[in-house]
């Protein structure tokens, strides 16, 4: 099999136990994920099967969307409400005053990642690091906020809706927003609402693969990979280009309709998705990036 499962992945879990779990379900070999989850994460991830795991680095990442609560009055060291405790804060907080904290934080901002996290420093990963109780500098961090909405839940707590560019920390977003109110705040819970080109309507639970393939109807949960493609303009060339771009044969740019300006292209011919081109600055034809093969 070759596609996108859109999972949905569930709560205690790692993103790692989630792909065998769908590798096996589906009777597929190759698999990886489009993303890490934490394990106390829930939503949307991407699973590539089959040849579509040649694909996973080229799906565009530049937009994530999530929805989150968090609770003030304490930090802990993972900066959600699983860790240990650091500090606690008796200041009370009005919503007025989040609305107005959460505003500071549309846009460009830098973040600092957090320690429990899985970046590396010198080859080790952080959260290897902060579990033997060593803290290291981190470099901050260019991030986007493209949408940033707060509510008030019933629980006392607040939610946080956010869609921002790949590498956001919401973990991190809400401690900063508890650093400006000034009564910390740390995140307890997160659900991955859009990644990848896939929203979470799209996706289904291991329980629904599950029966989906019981009744053989598993195809019905497949994304073709050219459709998380999209972002990437179209070509379609002739049959004689298509065989030689699928045999790893560079095509002459000038001989390509449709061809212009510099980056990655959809390849079409034959009736069918060929892979992904790269046309670069000072080359005069479209190479292949990468060939799209049913099979594996």
Not at 29 to 44: F, M, Q, S, Y
Not at 153 to 159: L, T, W
Request: hydrophobic share 35%; with cysteine.
């Amino acid at each position: 099999m070759t596609g996108i499962i859109p999972l949905k992945k569930g709560e205690n879990i790692t993103s790692f136990f989630a792909v065998n779990k769908v590798r096996r379900i589906v009777g597929e070999k190759k698999a990886g994920h489009t993303g890490t989850l934490d394990p106390n994460a829930t939503g949307v991830l991407p699973i590539a099967m089959g040849g579509a795991t040649r694909f996973i680095e080229l799906l565009p990442t530049h937009k994530k969307a999530y929805k989150a609560t968090f609770k003030t009055g304490m930090r802990t060291d993972t900066l959600d409400i699983w860790g240990t405790v650091t500090e606690t804060f008796e200041k009370d907080v009005t919503f007025d005053e989040v609305l107005k904290a959460v505003e500071g934080f549309k846009g460009e901002i830098m973040q600092i990642p957090p320690m429990y996290s899985a970046l590396k420093k010198d080859g080790v990963r952080l959260y290897e690091l902060a579990r033997q109780g060593k803290e290291v500098e981190r470099t901050p961090r260019k991030c986007e906020i493209y949408q940033l909405v707060a509510g008030k839940c019933d629980n006392g707590e607040y939610s946080l809706y956010c869609e921002c560019s790949a590498g956001t920390y919401i973990r991190t977003l809400i401690d900063d927003i508890g650093s400006v109110l000034g009564s910390g705040a740390v995140m307890t819970s997160l659900e991955r609402t859009y990644a990848c080109g896939v929203n979470i309507d799209e996706c289904y639970t291991l329980e629904e693969l599950s029966a989906l393939q019981e009744n053989g109807e598993i195809e019905k949960a497949v994304i073709p990979i050219e459709k998380l493609l999209e972002c990437y303009p179209k070509v379609t060339v002739t049959d004689n280009q298509a065989v030689r771009f699928k045999n790893g044969g560079d095509l002459m740019a000038q001989r390509v309709r449709g061809l212009e300006g510099f980056g990655l292209y959809r390849v079409y011919g034959l009736n069918q998705f060929l892979g992904l081109g790269e046309f670069s600055e000072n080359s005069e034809s479209l190479k292949v990036k990468r060939i799209y093969n049913d099979g594996r």
